[in-house]
């Protein structure tokens, strides 16, 4: 996992907008939907939500 991929982690555990992540890394929304993918990936998370609890659990945000 990239460091920017943690941010982005961090930006939804926070329970920010796919929008608001990309205004808060000055990315595109699409480039956030695409990291969020990549975290579902990770992580083994089919949902958003979930991406957020098991990172939680790994202790990761």
């Not at 205004?23 to 083994?44: E, F, H, K, P, Y």
Request: proline share 2%; no cysteine.
């Amino acid at each position: 996992m990239t460091a920017r991929d943690l941010e982005a982690l961090r930006h939804l555990a926070e329970g920010r907008s796919t929008a608001g992540i990309a205004a808060a890394m000055s990315i595109s929304t699409n480039t956030v939907r695409t990291r969020i993918r990549r975290l579902q990936d990770l992580l083994g998370a089919p949902a958003r939500d979930q991406v957020v609890a098991r990172a939680r659990a790994r202790g990761l945000v």
